[in-house]
């Protein structure tokens, strides 16, 4: 099922939740909604099961205006992070449960259901535990009994809030293997909402980066993490240095002197983004200068932490150092970016 | 030590007075009991006692449930006072709120005059006598649910809704089963409260015998006779009443235990 997001506001009081969101998802595709706590992700996600209504703007799924449908006509999968099963169902009657409160035109007969649950609790790898109540199950579990329940209703799209969040690294790995393979068998249209950066680039077909309300970016994780395209997507996605420079008719300019990079971004006070190992040191000739701080090591490589204000207030970066690089703390370093982003 | 305390002080206040009236019960003999119990008049007062205190337990179940709810699931202005109010029964002495009741519902009080017209007789009747327990029982209610709902969270309904039930279906299947060994505990303890209240009641029963007349209050009367037989034996009988009781409430708690003991 094709889902278009058009021009959608939600306002919550007096407070904007967000503005002017548009977003086309194809069918099948899973899409990552990524961002941190308070950039809208969930609201948008909610409207789209129609837990919330837009405030201006519409929703359409396929051709049909669902905008004003409400959250049982729209026949969509939902799971939440804290799984919410019915505490007092067994994991069959739970995954039974949207077959059984249709009304009696729609509901399959008895033997129908029985054979469909088993089904779905047979894909979710839980066969033998029908007769379970949710309190003895574990957290992956549970997840998988949430996911379970929600296909069962044969969702038109399937909506998962921070599917993950409560789960150990562990299990939270192998369920992320796990749900792209179940997407990739079932084809529905999914999307997930997520606040963990390398669970949507890992898992998504394309990830929808927000903040404060507003699509950032939508892209493939290579976009996402190549191609940023605002300094939020690049500071926020993956590591990154940071540090303010000015632009004058293509010349990049760092404290005044020039750092002999080019740019085509207009003039003005700007900051240049780059990835810590995206780095070139240099003997001479422009460059970065900047005294280190601190440095720690990782495996294959040390993250220095320098301070290039020299003196005139601290502009504090991290960049990586290859390991045969003589440099200590307090060492003049000198260094260029190969790849950078200005905004 | 302080199990030691706590056995002292359950068998000073609670285990020997109930041993000197299972005694004194006891040296009625069976036939003796049953001859004082099946008086017509002690008879109709346990059954009222019994049947008003069922009707307000019941009542108090659906409006307490109802209660705990709005202060659970609405954020409203006054909320933290109104969920404070609730406890006021408990606090206040029994005899005031009766006072009160009585003023009100009296065919000259401020709602009693609007029933009037409408042949409805509150004061003075066992319709009083519910009113009376429905006023002290109410907490119970409200006060095992009310945690109970708190832990329900409202996503539990929002997945039930994008499954396609209905509002109805959603409340019927969803949210009220969990809360029925709560809502069954408030009830059995709102019941124990109706069948033994005094000081609430006697004001708005107006105690007529055979009609409007409380076991409680019939032992009161049995003494001020000098009758202690008598009134031990309704005494007797009532504690009975109230040990089937707890006995249902502990069975309930422990089948709500092992139902739902694992969430």
Not at chain 1, 225 to 241: I, N
Not at chain 2, 33 to 52: G, I, N, Q
Request: aromatic share 8%.
């Amino acid at each position: 099922m094709d889902i278009r997001i058009d021009k959608i506001r939600k306002e919550f009081g007096d407070f904007p939740a967000l503005h002017d969101v548009s977003l086309n998802i194809r069918s099948g595709e899973l899409i990552a909604l990524l961002g941190p706590s308070g950039s809208g992700k969930t609201t948008l996600l909610r409207l789209v099961a129609g837990l919330e209504y837009p405030s201006q703007g519409r929703i359409l799924f396929g051709e049909e205006d669902a905008s004003w449908k409400s959250v049982q006509e729209r026949n969509v999968g939902f799971v939440f992070q804290h799984y919410a099963l019915f505490k007092h169902m067994t994991v069959f009657d739970n995954v039974a449960f949207g077959l059984r409160v249709r009304g009696s035109e729609t509901r399959p007969p008895k033997a129908e259901i029985r054979r469909r649950v088993e089904e779905l609790i047979d894909m979710v790898q839980l066969s033998g535990m029908e007769g379970r109540y949710p309190g003895q199950l574990s957290g992956g579990q549970r997840q998988r009994v949430a996911l379970a329940r929600a296909m069962a209703i044969e969702p038109r799209v399937l909506l998962l809030d921070e599917p993950f969040g409560a789960l150990d690294a562990k299990v939270r790995k192998d369920l992320r293997k796990w749900l792209r393979e179940f997407h990739d068998r079932t084809g529905h249209t999914t999307l997930f909402v997520t606040h963990d950066q390398e669970e949507a680039l890992e898992l998504a077909d394309r990830v929808v980066v927000m903040s404060q309300g507003k699509i950032e970016q939508v892209g493939s994780a290579d976009d996402i993490y190549d191609r940023p395209q605002s300094a939020f997507v690049f500071s926020f996605v993956g590591d990154s240095a940071r540090l303010p420079v000015t632009v004058a008719n293509g010349d990049v300019n760092f404290k005044g002197g020039a750092t002999g990079l080019r740019t085509s971004v207009g003039n003005g006070e700007k900051h240049i983004f780059f990835r810590p190992r995206d780095i070139v040191l240099q003997d001479d000739g422009p460059a970065f200068e900047g005294r280190i701080v601190s440095m720690r090591r990782l495996a294959g490589a040390r993250i220095a932490e320098i301070d290039a204000g020299l003196g005139e207030g601290a502009e504090r970066v991290e960049i990586e150092l290859p390991l045969g690089v003589p440099a200590e703390q307090g060492s003049l370093i000198r260094f260029l970016p190969h790849r950078f982003a200005i905004f | 030590m302080s199990l030691g305390l706590a056995l002292t002080m359950l068998t000073l206040i609670v285990l020997i007075p109930l041993a000197a009236l299972a005694l004194r019960a006891a040296a009625l003999g069976p036939a003796g009991l049953y001859e004082l119990v099946s008086d017509p008049r002690v008879a109709a007062a346990l059954k009222v006692s019994f049947l008003t205190a069922l009707a307000a337990a019941l009542a108090n179940a659906v409006f307490g449930t109802l209660t705990a709810w709005v202060l659970v699931r609405y954020d409203f202005y006054g909320r933290r006072i109104f969920d404070a109010l609730i406890d006021l029964p408990f606090a206040m002495p029994t005899a005031v709120a009766g006072i009160a009741l009585t003023s009100v519902y009296s065919p000259k009080g401020l709602i009693g005059e609007w029933l009037a017209p409408l042949g409805i007789k509150v004061a003075y009747t066992p319709l009083g006598i519910i009113v009376a327990l429905i006023a002290v029982g109410f907490p119970f209610v409200v006060r095992t649910v009310q945690p109970v709902l708190e832990e329900i969270s409202r996503e539990t309904e929002e997945v039930s809704a994008t499954l396609g039930a209905n509002r109805f279906q959603t409340i019927f299947f969803v949210v009220l089963p969990p809360l029925i060994p709560a809502i069954l505990t408030g009830f059995a303890l709102a019941l124990a409260r109706g069948v033994g209240e005094y000081g609430s009641v006697i004001f708005i029963a107006g105690n007529l015998p055979f009609k409007s007349e409380i076991a409680p209050l019939l032992i009161v009367i049995k003494l001020e006779e000098f009758n202690y037989a008598g009134a031990t034996a309704i005494a007797a009988v009532m504690l009975a009443i109230s040990f089937l009781m707890l006995f249902v409430i502990n069975g309930i708690q422990s089948w709500s235990q092992k139902r739902f003991g694992h969430g």
